[in-house]
């Protein structure tokens, strides 16, 4: 059991003067320090700083090189120390690199203090070539630091402080050395007070052990790898490395440990077990709180902090044709899949890197810290996404070899079907048909046990395929609105929105929108429905109803309509931030779901009228209602109420005669709405012949200004959105 509260011993390890360790073991002796100065050691027998821990009565030992090899001195140098049972080596003016065989007996105890800050000026005459840099206008400041040596980089590893040091303006070289000298005299004074048995005690008093970090690298794309690699070294990284990516990092001047040296267990199986082993995954699922740390140290194990790791190329080996199946099984990850899994579960403590392209932010993250909780828990989020689009890549592989045999045994091949083990999400029903009754299909659900839209069906048949779609745009058609609001919907278009002082005349003006579309369409309401509303429900024949509840009365005004679907849902769920997915010929489309405008955007008036304040009121209603409407999209409203809405046209000007259709006498004095810009006059001008006073569009054609000419002509007021809401 280590006393941390005893003073801890030091080694000091010094080639020249002995500046520094004369002002430490001053300190030492005038009782301003609670440490204990074991020894001097110098690889220099004439090295002045061996009189001077003579005069102190410190242990002072000259080792110099006797023609052996680098790691062979380390190895006796080590031995040395070891005599000496430090808890801390200090390198002050230490000259040599020191190699694994020495700081592998020491791992996180050996401090060197190098005269620049962190990434400048290493190595030799650090003090002569910043004030070479000051005196060329290159630089203004230079510095000192303390740092731990992990491995053999020159005056790298993990920062324990530094302290900035101006370069006066014409000063010699000889006060820079002085006043350098005076700095890092109080670095390694400061540094040594803190110092305890079992770490380096903050600024609060507790005791720490500055980590020398651990990545573990096992990749199959080696793209970028050496340079991150030694980016990470220079923050203070060792390496932990399977067999073909530990021969790059050597090639790249690393210093590497093999997992298998690491966890004393070979390779094993012609290479499909590397990584597999307590010691690897205990590494990385260890916990940053309660024991696990210990109960690795009890095992012999250490804790990793970031994993490196990209996984067999079977997309591209598969894509590539050609392959048996054998093949293709032994391009199939399981070591790489463990190791992104296990890194991406524990993204509380340790890092993941499975993408080279982000090798930069992470690098970017430890050296000036370390990645912060949204980073981790992002890259987390891209291993899992990773492994689960990798091991649908080999479900759709396996179902297609299931699918042949059953094909051969006379079974129904859609039961192996390729394309349904790569989909998303919980299968949570197998619907009738779906748009056609040919055509088979399922719901999947974003949440395992939830219903179709994550509402619950109270009512009524099954929803189909076509009420799912029907009844998720009209629930996205109310909620964005506060006011209660009601929406009817007909082959994924509005045929009217309405907003009311309660939901039975929002419904009412919905409906006058276009009463012929409206039969056997979907409604939703963004209230619950009461019995008023559902009398007039019951007055016409619809498909489904959602709303976030029904009243009892309005249940069983609507009971004796057994075929009417109730769906009780929040709409509030329909402005969840999904990603949609569409399929294409050979893949998938992808993404944001149109929540509305962009926060911040601010409309702006471009003809030279502005609109009323009536004016304005309607066209941000018809603003929000044109969003879910099909493009080409235009919508005639009034302040509370959609008047005619022309949808899913090839051209725009079809599009606002088909509004101004189904608008009729009430076009006149309304305004108009359209989901893009207007390429040409014509729309503005069929909307001007029908009456229409104001327009909201993005804007952005070419042609701008002759159709603000058109709108000037009429009269009609024109503010341009910024935004185009295409609903394809």
Request: net charge negative; charged share 25%.
């Amino acid at each position: 059991m280590i006393d941390s509260d005893a003073s801890p011993r030091i080694v000091v390890l010094a080639s020249g003067r002995g500046g520094n360790f004369e002002a430490l073991a001053r300190a030492v002796a005038m009782g301003r320090l609670s440490i204990e100065l074991a020894a001097l050691v110098t690889d220099r027998p004439t090295a002045p700083c061996l009189a001077k821990a003579r005069s102190f009565g410190i242990n002072a030992i000259a080792l110099p090189p006797a023609g052996q090899a680098r790691a062979e001195y380390d190895e006796v140098l080590a031995d040395l120390v070891e005599g000496f049972s430090p808890d801390w080596i200090l390198l002050l003016g230490w000259m040599r690199i020191l190699s694994k065989a020495f700081l592998s007996r020491f791992p996180g105890r050996v401090v060197n203090l190098h005269p620049a800050l962190p990434g400048g000026f290493p190595g030799t005459e650090a003090i002569k070539r910043a004030w070479m840099a000051a005196s060329e206008g290159r630089i203004d400041r230079t510095g000192a630091m303390l740092h731990l040596v992990p491995d053999e980089g020159v005056d790298t590893g993990p920062l324990i402080v530094s302290e900035e040091l101006a370069i006066l303006p014409g000063e010699s070289l000889e006060s820079l050395e002085e006043r350098m000298h005076e700095t890092e005299h109080r670095l390694v004074l400061g540094l040594a007070g803190r110092l305890r048995r079992d770490g380096i005690a903050a600024e609060g008093g507790n005791s720490r052990r500055i980590k020398v970090k651990v990545a573990l690298v096992s990749v199959h794309d080696k793209t970028g790898l050496p340079d991150f690699a030694r980016r990470l070294a220079a923050s203070g990284f060792r390496f932990l490395a399977t067999g073909g990516t530990g021969k790059v990092l050597r090639d790249a001047g690393l210093d590497i440990t093999d997992v298998a040296s690491y966890t004393k267990s070979d390779e094993m199986l012609g290479g499909r077990v590397k990584t597999l082993h307590p010691a690897i995954h205990g590494g990385i699922l260890a916990r940053g709180t309660g024991g696990d740390f210990a109960e690795l140290e009890s095992r012999g194990f250490g804790p990793i902090d970031l994993v490196v790791v990209n996984l067999y190329p079977f997309e591209s080996v598969l894509s590539r044709g050609g392959a048996s199946e054998e093949e293709l099984v032994e391009e199939i990850d399981i070591g790489g899949v463990a190791l992104t899994r296990a890194a991406a579960k524990n993204n509380a403590r340790v890092t993941l890197a499975c993408d080279p392209s982000d090798y930069d932010e992470i690098a970017r993250a430890f050296e000036t810290g370390i990645p912060d909780a949204a980073l981790r828990r992002h890259l987390a989020l891209k291993g899992f996404q990773r492994t689960a689009a990798y091991d649908g890549a080999i479900s759709v592989w396996l179902a297609s070899l299931v699918g042949d045999r059953s094909l051969a045994e006379g079974g129904d091949r859609r039961e192996g079907s390729a394309t349904a083990a790569s989909l998303p999400g919980t299968r949570e029903r197998q619907l009738r048909y779906g748009e056609n009754p040919h055509q088979s299909a399922e719901y999947r659900s974003a949440v395992p046990g939830k219903g179709p839209l994550g509402g619950r069906i109270t009512q009524g048949k099954e929803l189909s395929y076509n009420n799912i779609l029907d009844l998720d745009a009209a629930l996205r058609s109310v909620a964005s609105f506060d006011s209660p609001a009601c929406a009817i919907v007909k082959h994924l278009s509005p045929c009217g929105i309405a907003l009311g002082g309660s939901p039975a005349e929002a419904f009412a003006k919905a409906l006058a929108a276009d009463p012929v579309s409206a039969f056997g369409g979907v409604v939703a309401f963004n209230r619950i429905v009461d019995a008023e509303t559902a009398l007039a429900l019951a007055g016409m024949f619809l498909e489904c109803v959602a709303a976030p509840a029904f009243d009892t009365k309005a249940q069983e005004t609507l009971v004796a309509k057994k075929n009417l679907r109730l769906l009780e849902i929040e709409p509030a769920a329909a402005l969840e931030p999904m990603r949609e997915i569409r399929s294409v010929t050979g893949g998938w489309l992808v993404q944001d779901r149109d929540l509305g405008d962009p926060e911040g955007l601010e409309w702006k008036t471009a003809s030279k009228r502005p609109p009323t304040a009536q004016e304005l009121a309607a066209l941000r209603f018809a603003w929000k209602a044109v969003t879910d409407v099909r493009s080409n999209a235009i919508v005639l409203a009034g302040p509370d109420a959609t008047y005619g809405i022309g949808g899913g046209q090839t051209n725009r000007v079809d599009a606002v005669r088909q509004a101004v259709e189904r608008a009729g006498e009430r076009a006149r004095g309304s305004v108009m709405a359209s989901d893009a810009y207007f390429p040409f006059a014509d729309g503005i001008e069929e909307a001007a012949r029908a009456g229409v006073t104001a327009v909201a569009h993005p804007g952005g054609s070419i042609r701008d200004a002759e159709v603000l000419a058109a709108a000037d002509a009429a009269g009609m007021a024109v503010v341009f959105t910024g935004t185009r809401h295409f609903r394809h």
